[in-house]
């Protein structure tokens, strides 16, 4: 491993050891919390390094990003083997970017976005894996349905066979304190259980919620998913936030 890839290796693996004690901590397995490594800004030698050290599960915020990166990360480590999600917002015109280079869309929010995706999946000859991003702050800038108006989504979306709806993700308001956010985590798993409940969602859904500052407190409320950025590949370069 070069010398400029073991900050990298050595932030993975003290993420991965943070959340192993935040779910032992929570009397929970921590094989059954996966995480997800947020690549939005890194470069693909920056990516390639997370993948040497173990990454198998990426996230990508922006679908144009992904599509110039995925093949220079394969032409540094070809057959890698790791898998991308979408996790930022999808505008409705790239769902046909989707199927083929993404293997999941943790962030559908619409049914016409799911609409294309699922006609998109079933051109391809495969189901795809979906979340939907939930806006449990209800803040007008964010992404994801309201709370109010996820069964109706989830009931729009029951008959589109090659998605398969695994859960919800969510990114809670922004707090300086994590135990801030345990709330809106909290609502989010309860939202996913009772959707179970109701044959909306499979009996034990996935739920993507918690980042960098906050996976700890996510992970106490139930996350079976964290997708993590800053905490391994260090702050992203100013500008670049969306
Ligand atoms: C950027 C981003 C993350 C990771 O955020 P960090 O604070 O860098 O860990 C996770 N989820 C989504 C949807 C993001 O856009």
Redesign the pocket.
């Known amino acids: 491993m070069s010398a400029a890839s073991a900050p990298i290796a050595e932030r993975l693996a003290a993420v991965r050891a943070e959340i192993g004690a935040a779910a032992r901590e929570a009397g929970r397995d921590p094989s059954a919390v996966e995480l ?1 490594v ?1 690549t ?1 800004t890194r470069t693909a030698t920056e990516i390639a390094a997370a993948i040497s050290a173990g990454a198998h599960l990426l ?1 990508e ?1 922006y679908v144009q990003e992904a599509r110039r990166k995925i093949p220079e990360v394969e032409a540094l480590l070809p057959g890698h083997g790791a898998r991308w999600h979408v ?2 917002p999808l505008q409705t015109n790239k769902a046909k970017y989707v199927p083929g280079t993404f293997a999941a869309v ?2 559908v929010d619409r049914v016409e976005l799911a609409d294309a995706l699922a006609k998109r999946a079933a051109a391809a000859g495969l189901v795809l894996p979906v979340l939907i ?1 939930v806006n449990v702050g209800r803040e007008p800038q964010k992404a994801g349905v309201l709370p109010e108006g996820l069964a109706a989504l989830l009931e729009s979306l029951a008959g589109m066979a090659s998605l398969a709806i695994g859960g919800l ?1 969510a ?1 809670p308001p922004e707090c300086d304190d994590p135990a801030d956010a345990r709330p809106y985590f909290r609502a989010l798993a309860e939202s996913a259980r009772r959707l179970s409940g109701r044959g909306l969602l499979p009996p034990a859904p996935v739920l ?1 919620m918690g ?3 906050d ?1 700890a407190a996510a992970i106490a409320e139930g996350a079976t998913r964290v ?7 260090g702050p ?1 370069p100013t500008g670049a ?2």
């Open positions: 997800v947020v939005k996230g915020n996790i930022g943790e962030s991003q993700m990114i993507s980042m960098s500052h996976f997708r993590v950025g800053t905490a391994i590949f992203r936030e969306e």
